[in-house]
């Protein structure tokens, strides 16, 4: 006989998809209006704005019709021409991807390469543009979240100004659970998404996009008009008086506000402060059980997930679907070249509440001690992980 677990009882701590907050999930439940309803117009206006003033940016961001990756391959293409020389700064598995897209589109595509349990070293960044006064545009990943490992994009950002390139960042994975807005860090353009640390479905991409940044993008031949990846379609499209290029996706913009309002209500230094100490227990959790960061210095581990290296012999999969089996806690992959050698735990929008790095220990240690005679010490685990959010 099997059992079956309900989907309504189990403790979803990925790092994306994550559960929405409730009262996302009843905002997408409201009525549908028509696009061109006067209402609707004004509360499209009102919900640019709300993200503007989220993004603490100057001009108004884009909210595109897709999950992240829709932005990211829009990016690449919109911003990246014929004539362009690239640098991608990779440090795991999305900073890579973005150098396949970059490709399709630039002259020359140049790139630095770390292990995936490290992150970029601003000197190498500072020495490879010394060496290529060429580089147009550089591209970094800033929580390169199958790793776990946050990207220095504060001190790569101020070097790229200096050499006049445009910065390129995915923050789709931080944005919302930390300090990181795009003129803080110097971004021409600036990619995230409702669907991590703000705590929607994933649905929809949001894009803060400098004066610089627009510059390139009109001045760019290649950049697409009329696509589903273009940018330049959705420019002016916040304004109630300005058509849409296309139907927007209007109860996914009911749940972003929803979400927005949250973000706002509860304060971004203390949504901040909570995915912070999440993570903080859970790491000093893990690691008093014995266990090892996937990040080879906690010092760049993310407040937004935790990536723990899987102790060895044990097969990865099976680890956690025995924490789905037994517990009903449900953990992300690692991904790509990450696959297999790391769990992730999420702590995302409604999951980066200390305590759920308490149910998170519990159940990966259980797991693991259902899967090896090599037990560890569970109590010790919940033991940390308590003391850190006592000291807080
Ligand atoms: C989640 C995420 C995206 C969006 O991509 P999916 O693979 O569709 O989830 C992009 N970049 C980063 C860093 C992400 O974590």
Known sequence: MTTVVLPDALFTLTTGPVNAYPDVMRALSTPLLYDYDPHFLDFYQHVAEKVRTVMHSRDMPLILQGEPVLALEAAAASVI??????????????????????????????????????????????????????????????????????????????????????????????????????????????????????????????????????????????????????????????????????TPSVAEINGLNAALDHYLHEGETVVWARHALTAQACRAGLQAMGLSLWAADEAFASPTTTAIRVPVGIDEAQLRAEARARFGVVFSAGRGETQGKLTRIGHMGPTAQPMYAVLAIAAYGGALNALSANTVDIGAGIAAAMATIGAS
């Not at 580089?135 to 100004?161: F, Q, Y």
């Open 81 to 246: 021409g014929r004539h362009d020389v690239v640098l991608n700064l990779v440090s795991g598995v999305y900073g890579a991807g973005f150098g396949a897209w970059a490709q399709r589109y630039c002259q020359t595509l140049l790139e630095i390469r770390v292990a995936y349990n490290q992150v970029i070293d601003p000197q190498q960044v500072a020495n490879m543009l010394r060496q290529h006064p060429e580089i147009s545009v550089v591209c970094a990943c800033h929580h390169d979240t199958p790793s776990g490992t946050i990207n220095p994009v504060e001190d790569i950002g101020r070097l790229v100004k200096q050499h006049g390139a445009l910065f390129v960042v995915d923050a789709v994975s931080s944005f919302g659970g930390m300090a990181v807005t795009p003129d803080a860090i110097g971004a021409d353009i600036f990619i995230t998404g409702p669907s991590k640390c703000l705590g929607c479905p994933p649905a929809l991409s949001l894009v803060a996009i400098s004066q610089a940044g627009w510059e390139k993008i009109a001045h760019n031949p290649d950049a697409p008009r009329s696509s589903i990846l273009s940018l330049l379609d959705w420019r002016d499209a916040w304004q109630k008086n300005q058509p849409f290029p296309f």
